[in-house]
């Protein structure tokens, strides 16, 4: 027994040793108590979720349409990516690797307070290639923003301090997701505990439940905010839609992206015929000691299916998922092949619930107050996105439908509907809901672009100016309002305000490719 506690202790350690290893921190109020299940989950995907880079061998990579070459380097301990085109070159130390590197990871550079992401990534398997979102660009720089958004799902402990949840305080640090991301504020669980205090996902059911799950394992094909509500509100133990409400396109021959996986276990027969016992957790127990998964997920299918026929499942056969549950690649990600979770016989229909028409409806509806502004929002960035004209038509007969005093009062149609108009030449109209936006959030440096460019449109160039201006010194990483601001300066003859305002932009990165090609021409 004594060499067996002894064993146990090792392990324990071995985890716990892995977990600062890899930059994370384990909660020392959940340790004292859970000392096996916060090292386990620490070791997990979700515990692993981001953090400093791991060694990774060197990589280099060319991208056609820009002629980009991008180099991954690592030299005592630090990580460095390169990009050189078109003679210029930029060099930027990577801050954080996102994602636990079981299918991949992509990389964040620091810029002063704010995070880009890096345009080359890897991806296990395969090895390095061009990172998320930069397939497709002609010119690549390390120029898309990480923000709060983006760091929900992938981060537990990340503080922004402005209205856009673009600028880092760095003081605070970022960690991997911690045990509070399914179970809730574990503080007056630390100081009294009960099962009264806490939140254990499993004695919850129906969609609390399983909203603990879909917070970050539904994207959907868009996810509205509610009115007056961040991200960061939702809680354990609450319904997602009360904070965030994903919604779906019903469209034949979609392809789903890689974070569907609550949605496809919907569809699935089994979730259906289950009453809903078969859940998340059922298959997926983040504190469990590593385990043949196959042989695990067969005990839960046999649970339900425990004779089969000879024909079809040979004896020796005891992998349910290659058949029923095989991968699947993404629209989204490249490299990235994903869990099918529809659970369906080989060479038997796919479930789904496509009819050929084009519908975005919520996974589930909000408060009836606030469900025509959602479905507004999200149709038109649905529509925006897949070019669907009668979609977008029908977001803006939305948006204009809803009340006066809501339109007036929600940040979020006013810009969106400042934007519709600005596309369907209404400048001035555009420029009169910018401005209450920027009224109704005075510190969004996104408001504040967005107001200078309706100004510029309708011909208001002083106030383009002051407004752009504006957007520049709440956020100097906003690299659209620099530009926008050099255009108005060269279409005002303004030469040398232009070159000093892409100088401005270059004192903040002076490694940009973009503004340094901008100001040799």
Not at 343 to 371: E, F, L, M
Request: proline share 6%; net charge neutral.
């Amino acid at each position: 027994m004594t060499v067996l506690l002894s064993s146990l202790r090792h392990l324990l350690l071995t985890l716990l040793g892995a977990v600062l290893a890899f930059g994370t921190y384990a909660e020392p109020a959940c340790k004292s108590c859970h000392p096996a299940e916060t090292a386990r989950f620490y070791m997990s995907p979700m515990g692993r979720s981001i953090g400093t880079p791991e060694a990774l061998p060197a990589g280099r990579i060319e991208h056609s349409l820009s002629g980009s070459v991008i180099t991954s380097e690592s030299y005592q301990g630090q990580m460095t990516h390169r990009i050189a085109e078109r003679g210029i070159t930029a060099e930027y130390p990577v801050a954080y690797q996102i994602g636990s590197g079981r299918r991949g990871r992509t990389f964040a550079v620091q810029i002063g307070s704010y995070l880009e992401e890096s345009p080359i990534s890897w991806y296990t398997g395969h090895g390095w290639d061009v990172s998320p979102g930069y397939r497709d660009l002609r010119l690549l720089d390390a120029d898309r923003s990480i923000n709060s958004s983006c760091l929900f799902c992938h981060a537990g402990r990340a503080k922004f301090t402005d209205d856009d949840g673009q600028r880092l305080d760095s003081a605070a640090g970022v960690t991997a997701i911690t045990c509070e991301r399914c179970h809730g504020k574990g503080d007056e669980h630390a100081r009294h505990p009960s099962r009264m205090n806490i939140v254990n996902p499993a004695r919850l059911t129906g969609a609390r439940r399983d909203s603990v799950c879909e917070q970050c394992h539904l994207e959907g094909d868009a996810r509205i905010t509610n009115l007056e509500k961040r991200q960061e509100d939702y809680r354990p133990g609450d319904l997602l839609e009360q904070t965030i409400v994903p919604y779906l396109l019903q469209r034949s021959g979609q392809e789903r992206p890689a974070v569907s996986q609550a949605e496809e276990l919907a569809q699935s027969r089994c979730a259906r015929a289950s009453g809903g016992r078969l859940w998340c957790g059922t298959c997926h127990n983040p504190h469990a000691a590593p385990a043949n998964r196959a042989l695990q997920v067969r005990d839960v299918c046999m649970s339900c299916h425990p004779t089969l026929s000879p024909q079809a499942h040979p004896v020796a056969q005891i992998d349910c998922i290659g058949c029923h549950m095989p991968a699947r690649t993404t629209s989204n990600i490249d490299h990235v092949s994903v869990t099918d979770h529809r659970i369906h016989i080989p060479g038997s229909p796919v479930p789904s619930q496509v009819n050929g028409t084009d519908v975005v409806y919520p996974w589930r509806p909000p408060d009836a107050r606030i469900q025509q502004r959602d479905l507004a929002l999200a149709e038109l960035e649905i529509a925006s996105r897949e070019n669907l004209p009668d979609l977008l038509k029908d977001s803006i007969r939305r948006l204009e439908a809803l009340p006066p005093d809501q339109q007036s009062n929600d940040p979020d149609v006013l810009s969106n509907l400042e934007l519709v108009y600005l596309k369907n030449s209404a400048p001035e109209k555009a420029f009169a809901l910018a401005k209450w936006a920027v009224d109704s959030a005075p510190r969004s440096a996104t408001f504040a672009l967005n107001l200078g460019i309706a100004a510029m449109r309708a011909g208001r160039l002083a106030e383009a100016e002051q407004q752009l201006l504006r957007a520049i010194d709440l956020n100097p990483s906003l690299m659209q309002a620099y530009a926008e601001l050099a255009l108005l300066y060269d279409k005002q003859g303004r030469v040398d305000a232009s070159k000093e305002i892409l100088q401005r932009f270059l004192k903040w990165n002076p490694q940009s490719i973009q503004f340094r090609m901008a100001l040799q021409h």
